[in-house]
């Protein structure tokens, strides 16, 4: 089974500042993997993924994620924060050639601040 | 392309009441997902469906849950004799391929 860490359950940041959210992630197998972003009563909107091919993946809203297999991660990274980017991040992954579920960590709360 | 649309949006019921969500996919997509998120969590896998085949479900989904999609196309997923810890956001997503697009999600509570 895979399983999905978030370590950290709130980042707060100022605005215009740089900010990354940290995902690690195990499985025995090979993997696909996500990044989702929840607005307050809203539902989860896909950021960016990485299937295959470069591990540098650039997502919507300036966004971006490296995939290091060796260190099991997929960390995200923005270089210039805004407060409408205030809301929840998940990380989430799914085995290659299985049915798609997604495994979804426990989130991040990124809270931006003038 | 309206998106994956979910109803209701909120459900108050009392406990040991059944209760029925329905969810509507993008419609050339043939899989669909159910998820349940509770407070300060990710969402957890329930169950999925490839066309009308419900192909795989968590042990998460105790007895006193049914999931359908009768034609393929939109599905309901109903509760029995609901109980407190049901209390919850109920998220369904589809896909064609690897990306999942999530529905605003059905947020039940029970009293």
């Known amino acids: 089974a895979q399983s999905v860490t978030q370590l950290d359950s709130q980042v707060p940041v100022f605005e215009e500042a740089p900010v990354e959210l940290r995902c690690n992630y195990s499985?025995?197998?090979?993997?696909?993997l996500f990044w989702y972003v929840q607005y307050p009563n809203q539902g989860l909107q896909l950021l960016l993924k990485?299937?295959?091919?470069?591990?540098l993946v650039k997502g919507i809203n300036g966004f971006e994620a490296e995939f290091n297999k060796s260190q099991t991660s997929f960390h995200l990274r923005k270089p210039s924060v805004h407060i409408s980017d205030t809301a929840e991040y998940f990380c989430?992954?799914?085995?290659?050639?299985?049915?798609?579920?997604?495994?979804f960590g426990t989130g991040t709360q990124l809270k931006v601040e003038l | 392309d309206t998106g994956v649309s979910q109803n209701p949006r909120h459900k108050i019921t009392k406990r040991g009441q059944n209760v029925t969500f329905r969810c509507d996919p993008i419609?050339?997509?043939?899989?669909l997902y159910w998820y349940r998120q509770t407070l300060g969590q990710g969402p957890e896998f329930l169950t999925y469906?490839?066309?009308?085949?419900?192909?795989?479900k968590s042990r998460l989904l105790s007895d006193r849950f049914s999931a359908e999609r009768p034609k393929g196309s939109f599905s309901t997923l109903e509760i029995q004799r609901t109980e407190q810890g049901d209390s919850a956001m109920y998220l369904c997503?589809?896909?064609?391929?690897?990306?999942?697009?999530f529905g605003p999600g059905t947020r039940l509570t029970v009293l």
């Open positions: 499985s025995s197998v090979s993997v696909y």
């Open positions: 419609s050339e997509h043939n899989r």
């Open positions: 990485y299937l295959s091919g470069s591990t």
């Open positions: 997503a589809s896909s064609l391929s690897h990306e999942q697009f």
């Open positions: 989430a992954v799914t085995v290659r050639g299985g049915g798609n579920k997604l495994t």
């Open positions: 469906f490839q066309n009308e085949a419900q192909l795989e």
